[in-house]
């Protein structure tokens, strides 16, 4: 066993574990957290997903003293008490059935758009790839993908426009 | 012991509204709907049924309407129902039901489901029932409710019903607005005391008559899913997320090949690992368990065991599984459907054709490998699950284990999908055997490999099929047989067919002699013979190829033949698939046309969403280029639902990759509760077929199942995903705007006729016609190459 320290959702935790213990295992377990889950113990569903340093990482397999980044996960997406807007959007598209992927899903699809704001739709199927689900949710995931992405676009408009406004 | 633990939001918000004044206590205390103790009216809801933990946990009364309805003090209301929701909006639609009979707003209300103490045994989920059978009595509660309120408050207001009007939980006098009463002040926190009648929960029922059609408001809306922001926000407390102080982590280990008899188990190969508690065994079924979860996989892995394989094959390789399927003897035959003088039509046939179908085994293979938890504090036992039959667990717990069925109650939560026989059932029966053999709370969950080698199975399938045709294309004669390895089909939490009863050498007295379906033909065939054959694989029990409900048990499978048959004979008749079917279900004169006409409402409203529906046969002309396109229909009925569905494909010539572009589905399911809700569930049907059709298959040797993982056992991923889904909500029935239409079921009628809408746009494109699932690239070429040469 040996003290560990974690930076997760912007707190920092210390635990005293096995450091070959996976991090999935001490996020959920001595942490308490609920949004990473076990799936496979493989890092081939994704269910265990979280982000660390901007990257989707996934949990199940990688010993917790090997982290030294700041891990986010589910629980930390949201900001001052507003969803995510991926968050927003899996609720306006109404994405999951069970829900039990669904963690993965939006980790990854956050680590997909901080990297390429605005995928094509090839581009979100091939960065969505690794995660999994069994409830076969995948064409909602798109739908609500395209959503944020759209809307950030829309966004970007209306900063424009305001800004023309602004300046006459 | 068990005051930390954490119970389902909708408990939790349900109970925090409770008012603690000696009324609601009395309520609460005799009216078995809720097992609370007394004076801790200021402790927090879950605090306060935790406490009451200590049982026992007598079966709520479905004959009190209390059982089923609370009024609180604020004017909402919580509505308890023995239903289960996996994540298709089953719980939302009850609330939309139960608030139109009731004249509440859908804001007002909220639902506990699902767990045995606190909620009328509805025996959970299974058989898309839910809103078909189960969700009528919820609607005549509802309206019972409303009736007596309605009493009360003409006795409050001094005016007769008939001059009474409710709107979101206020009385008001049609004659005098002024005069109004809330449904709180008549009985809020305080009990209906109303006896209902019936002779079992389905038939559950008061005096008050539900509303017409017309008269509903909440229903047909398409509301939000009220479990989906906990479920993206990361609040919702999942029955994996449950933790209670003492608990200990279990794993199981699995025989290495089946049958295998365990000789012996060196436990110091694990007592070195820390936290290491025990390693318990009964026959064959082995368990480690440690003080935390990654030490108990650890142990799971390292324990040495030495077992004795059996002197026998216990099944085939699955690459000669089907070739096993026709030269066995057949465990039961079913006495052939005749309709016509078969035999006669087929030697008058101008043509004949033939074709052989297989299906392989599939597996429910959770995202989410089976997990439980259980709790033996208190001489009781309190099981966590997301089982979705949570009440047939508690009474095959209380079997297996030999305790009163009154001291063990299941928790129902979500969890993973759970369509149809999963593992959610063995491993209940897991936790609890360990909690009771430890004393300590003990959570177990399958690995990766146990999901997917050791859940239960979708019945593999062989099918031969003989069709004529007349001089005029018309269908003259078909002759269905089917051979199913189904023997010993497993049942739900049955204490001694879970996989833990096996291992421990348990067998059943009688056992399930299983089926082999016929097709439900709604079509006009006169003459016709359907016939079904069980067959048994020679190890019949501790086999991880146990067959048990998936998804629509033998639906995807049995149309896959049928359908896929129906579009061969019109592409030999030289006919458009679409006419073909339609002429043939215009030909049916069964049931006074209800289901003729829905059926063809249906398949015409799928032609007419497809949009330019070209008539001609099928296959299509080939065009120059690697990518061949082509589209498929299939329709089928499953119990009163119609579905007709149309897949365009992209087949690629040169690797044998098959992308489904898109899919249009028309479908009746009668009056739709939540067109959003349905949508989505009819949607992801569709696609979990699609991954039956495309991917799932499990394979084995002649001694283990070697699917064991995503990489094994590949499944459907976004990449797969269609780029356009339409779906059609159809209304066919021949009186479309009776007060009485019906609400049917829809969690897996488009689930059945995918694999053979796939098959039949494969041939559409490319001439070629799979008739072995799944259609994985490699199977493809294959078939291609054939083709050529």
Not at chain 2, 235 to 259: E, F, I
Request: charged content about 20%; overall charge negative.
């Amino acid at each position: 066993m040996s003290v560990i320290s974690l930076s997760v959702n912007g707190a920092v935790h210390e635990v005293d574990i096995d450091p070959a213990t996976p991090l999935l295992y001490v996020l959920r377990n001595d942490l308490g957290l609920r949004g990473p889950r076990f799936g496979c113990g493989l890092g081939q569903c994704g269910a265990c997903t979280v982000i660390i340093d901007g990257a989707a990482v996934r949990s199940c397999q990688l010993p917790t003293a090997a982290v030294s980044g700041n891990i986010t996960t589910l629980e930390g997406l949201a900001q001052n008490g507003n969803l995510h807007p991926l968050q927003q959007a899996w609720i306006d598209e109404q994405v999951p059935q069970c829900g039990y992927c669904q963690n993965g899903q939006l980790m990854t699809a956050k680590a997909l758009l901080d990297r390429n704001p605005s995928p094509t739709d090839a581009e979100i199927r091939e960065g969505m790839e690794g995660a999994l689900c069994r409830c076969m949710t995948y064409y909602r995931i798109h739908a609500a993908i395209k959503r944020v992405v759209s809307n950030s676009a829309t966004a970007l408009f209306i900063d424009a426009s305001d800004k023309t406004e602004a300046q006459v | 012991m068990s005051t930390t633990l954490q119970l389902p939001q909708a408990i939790e918000a349900a109970l925090q509204r409770l008012n603690p004044s000696t009324s609601r206590r009395n309520f609460l205390a005799s009216s078995g709907a809720l097992v609370l103790s007394l004076g801790l009216g200021t402790v927090p809801g879950a605090r306060v049924l935790a406490q009451a933990a200590a049982g026992p946990y007598p079966d709520p009364d479905f004959l009190q309407l209390d059982t089923w309805i609370v009024i609180h003090p604020d004017n909402t209301a919580t509505f308890f129902v023995g239903k289960t929701d996996g994540g298709q909006g089953t719980g939302t639609a009850f609330r939309q039901m139960m608030c139109d009979e009731l004249d509440l707003a859908y804001e007002q209300t909220s639902l506990v489901m699902g767990s045995t103490d606190t909620t009328p045994d509805q025996g959970g989920s299974g058989g898309s029932d839910a809103i078909e059978t189960d969700g009528k009595p919820m609607r005549r509660v509802a309206a019972e409710a409303r009736r007596v309120l309605l009493e009360l408050a003409a006795e409050r207001l001094n005016t007769p019903v008939a001059q009474l009007t409710a709107n979101n939980g206020i009385v008001t006098s049609t004659a005098d607005a002024g005069k109004s009463v809330r449904y709180a002040d008549l009985v809020g926190g305080k009990r209906f005391d109303v006896a209902l009648t019936g002779q079992n929960i389905n038939a559950t029922t008061g005096t008050a008559a539900v509303k017409p059609v017309q008269q509903l408001r909440v229903v047909g809306k398409p509301l939000p899913r009220y479990d989906i922001p906990a479920k993206v926000d990361g609040s919702l407390t999942w029955a994996v997320d449950v933790k209670l102080p003492g608990m200990l982590h279990a794993r199981n280990v699995r025989p290495p090949v089946a049958g295998a008899q365990l000789r012996s188990i060196d436990e110091t190969s694990v007592a070195g690992i820390p936290g290491f508690v025990r390693v318990v065994s009964s026959g064959n079924y082995v368990a480690v368990v440690c003080e935390r979860e990654e030490q108990a996989i650890q142990a799971a892995r390292q324990l040495k065991a030495e077992w004795t394989p059996p002197a026998q094959a216990p099944f085939p390789a699955s690459n000669d599984l089907f070739d096993y399927i026709r030269s066995a003897t057949p465990t039961s035959s079913e006495e052939p459907q005749v309709t016509g003088d078969v035999a006669a039509a087929f030697t008058s046939a101008a043509a004949v054709l033939e074709a052989d179908y297989e299906v392989p085994f599939q597996g429910h293979t959770a995202i989410g490998p089976a997990f439980a938890l259980a709790d033996p504090s208190d001489n009781q036992l309190t099981i966590y699950s997301n089982d979705m039959k949570s009440y047939g667990l508690r009474t095959g717990v209380a079997t297996f284990l030999g305790l009163p069925r009154d001291r063990v109650r299941v928790i129902y939560m979500d969890g993973p999908q759970v369509y149809g026989r999963t593992a959610s059932d063995d491993v209940g029966f897991e936790a609890a055997f360990l909690a009771n053999e430890l004393g300590r709370p003990v959570r177990v969950q399958w690995m990766r490999h146990e999901e997917t080698a050791w859940d239960t199975k979708g019945p593999a399938y062989a099918f031969k099929l003989r069709g004529g045709l007349d001089a005029n294309g018309k269908l003259t004669a078909l002759d269905y047989e089917a051979r199913a390895i189904d023997y010993a089909h497993l049942g739900y939490n049955e204490p001694d067919t879970v996989l833990i009863a096996q291992l421990m050498g348990r067998r059943p007295t009688r056992i399930a002699e299983g089926g082999a379906a016929t097709p439900s033909v709604k079509y006009g065939i006169p003459n016709l013979s359907l016939t079904g054959h069980v067959v048994a694989l020679p190890m019949v029990w501790e086999t991880p190829l146990r067959t048990g409900n998936l998804r629509d048990p033998d639906g995807p499978q049995v149309t896959f033949a049928f359908e896929g048959f129906i579009d061969e004979l019109a592409a030999a008749a030289r006919r458009d698939p679409a006419e073909f079917r339609l002429e043939l279900v215009e030909a049916s004169t069964e049931d006074n046309a209800f289901r003729r006409n829905r059926s063809l409402a249906v398949l015409r409203a799928a032609v007419e969403a497809y949009g330019g529906w070209e008539s001609r046969p099928a296959p299509k002309q080939q065009t120059a280029g690697p990518i061949q396109s082509g589209r498929g229909l299939a329709y089928t009925y499953r119990s009163n639902t119609v579905v007709a569905l149309i897949a365009d494909v992209e087949v690629n010539r040169d690797t044998g990759h098959v992308w489904v572009k898109r899919l249009v589905c028309a479908h009746d399911c009668g009056l739709t509760i939540n067109p959003m809700g349905l949508k989505h569930t009819i949607e992801c049907g569709m696609l979990h077929g699609l991954s039956r059709a495309l991917w799932e298959e499990v394979q084995f040797d002649n001694e283990k199942v070697t699917s064991v993982d995503w990489a094994t056992h590949p499944s459907m991923r976004h990449s797969d995903t269609p780029e356009s889904i339409d779906i059609v909500l159809v209304n066919g029935d021949p009186n479309p705007d009776r007060p009485d239409l019906p609400h049917y079921g829809a969690g897996e009628t488009s689930h059945k006729p995918m694999i053979a809408a796939v098959a039949n746009a494969i041939f559409d494109a490319t001439g070629v016609r799979l008739r072995r699932a799944p259609f994985r690239k490699e199977r493809v070429l294959e078939a291609l190459r054939a083709k050529q040469s």
